[in-house]
């Protein structure tokens, strides 16, 4: 979300005080920062009377959290967020998030966790880099897959996903780069497929690129993706190949043990 963007209500008609708050949510989820009561209020074109009253009883239900006089978003949501995915998915963001904090500290750069969910990419865990870009890249947001680096690691092993992907009716642009094609997605399939490595070259968001590997189960199915990101302008992407290979592979052993260590436990208490 821009700076100043103004948040809709999805449903015609009057808004109840359930719409105004869920508004408040929505325009609190695209931003990394806290922001002060009288911007959000601007936002949702709410009184600054209303926009308190709900954001008071948001921060009392743990939606959102109080910084000095501005409000984010509540860790709270994360565990809400756990139940959507599923349980699998809880295993991967505990599990990966070591090997996502070593390829920041081999890096630098913005890097990334992501699952596959449908046609789109859901960000599970991101670490900001030293020169980060600006990207839409945020904890629990989602992207087309086709357009990302992390989407196209995941897609390319994932034969049904890639096909719903690629007979899309009309696969979104989101930049002048991006494909918009299903020959051309598939033909970008297989060139990943072929290498194991997936690349965004300003395909999400204009002046970002981006470099990402699936982690593959047991049965070479993609459970997740880890990618680095950074500037276009200064990034090279083939650079951070060799150690997201290195990573990916500790990743999907890690990952491998964890699961048959749960199925091996499901078992015994039956």
Same mark, same amino acid.
């Given at each position: 979300m821009e700076n100043g963007d103004v948040i809709e209500s999805a449903v015609g008609?009057?808004?109840?005080?359930?719409?105004?708050?869920?508004?408040?949510?929505?325009?609190?989820?695209?931003? !990394?920062?806290?922001?002060?009561?009288?911007?959000?209020?601007?936002?949702?074109?709410?009184?600054?009377?209303?926009?308190?009253?709900?954001?008071?009883?948001?921060?009392?239900? !743990?939606?959102? !959290?109080?910084?000095?006089?501005?409000?984010?978003?509540?860790?709270?949501?994360?565990?809400?967020?756990?139940?959507?995915?599923?349980?699998?998915?809880?295993?991967?963001?505990?599990?990966?998030?070591?090997?996502?904090? !070593?390829?920041?500290?081999?890096t630098h750069e913005t890097v990334h966790l992501a699952v596959l969910h449908g046609d789109e990419v859901a960000y599970l865990n991101k670490i900001h880099g030293h020169r980060a870009a600006r990207s839409p890249s945020k904890i629990g947001a989602r992207l087309p897959a086709h357009c990302t680096g992390v989407g196209k690691a995941m897609l390319a092993f994932d034969p049904a996903a890639a096909e719903i992907a690629a007979r899309s009716a009309a696969l979104p642009a989101r930049t002048e780069y991006s494909i918009s094609g299903a020959d051309l997605l598939r033909a970008e399939l297989a060139r990943v497929r072929e290498s194991g490595i997936a690349f965004d070259r300003q395909e999400a968001a204009l002046g970002l690129s981006c470099v990402a590997v699936p982690i593959l189960g047991l049965a070479r199915q993609p459970l997740a993706a880890l990618s680095v990101a950074g500037p276009h302008q200064r990034f090279d992407p083939a650079r951070y190949a060799p150690i997201l290979r290195r990573v990916a592979y500790d990743a999907s052993r890690a990952i491998a043990a964890a699961t048959v260590r749960r199925a091996v436990g499901s078992t015994a208490g039956t």
């Amino acid at each position: 979300m821009e700076n100043g963007d103004v948040i809709e209500s999805a449903v015609g008609g009057p808004q109840t005080a359930v719409d105004k708050a869920l508004l408040l949510v929505r325009s609190l989820a695209g931003e !990394e920062r806290e922001i002060g009561v009288s911007e959000l209020a601007r936002r949702t074109r709410m009184t600054k009377s209303t926009a308190f009253r709900l954001l008071a009883i948001l921060q009392r239900n !743990e939606f959102v !959290e109080r910084v000095g006089s501005d409000y984010r978003l509540s860790a709270h949501l994360s565990d809400l967020g756990s139940c959507v995915y599923g349980p699998t998915t809880a295993l991967i963001h505990d599990k990966l998030l070591p090997y996502l904090v !070593e390829l920041y500290e081999h890096t630098h750069e913005t890097v990334h966790l992501a699952v596959l969910h449908g046609d789109e990419v859901a960000y599970l865990n991101k670490i900001h880099g030293h020169r980060a870009a600006r990207s839409p890249s945020k904890i629990g947001a989602r992207l087309p897959a086709h357009c990302t680096g992390v989407g196209k690691a995941m897609l390319a092993f994932d034969p049904a996903a890639a096909e719903i992907a690629a007979r899309s009716a009309a696969l979104p642009a989101r930049t002048e780069y991006s494909i918009s094609g299903a020959d051309l997605l598939r033909a970008e399939l297989a060139r990943v497929r072929e290498s194991g490595i997936a690349f965004d070259r300003q395909e999400a968001a204009l002046g970002l690129s981006c470099v990402a590997v699936p982690i593959l189960g047991l049965a070479r199915q993609p459970l997740a993706a880890l990618s680095v990101a950074g500037p276009h302008q200064r990034f090279d992407p083939a650079r951070y190949a060799p150690i997201l290979r290195r990573v990916a592979y500790d990743a999907s052993r890690a990952i491998a043990a964890a699961t048959v260590r749960r199925a091996v436990g499901s078992t015994a208490g039956t």
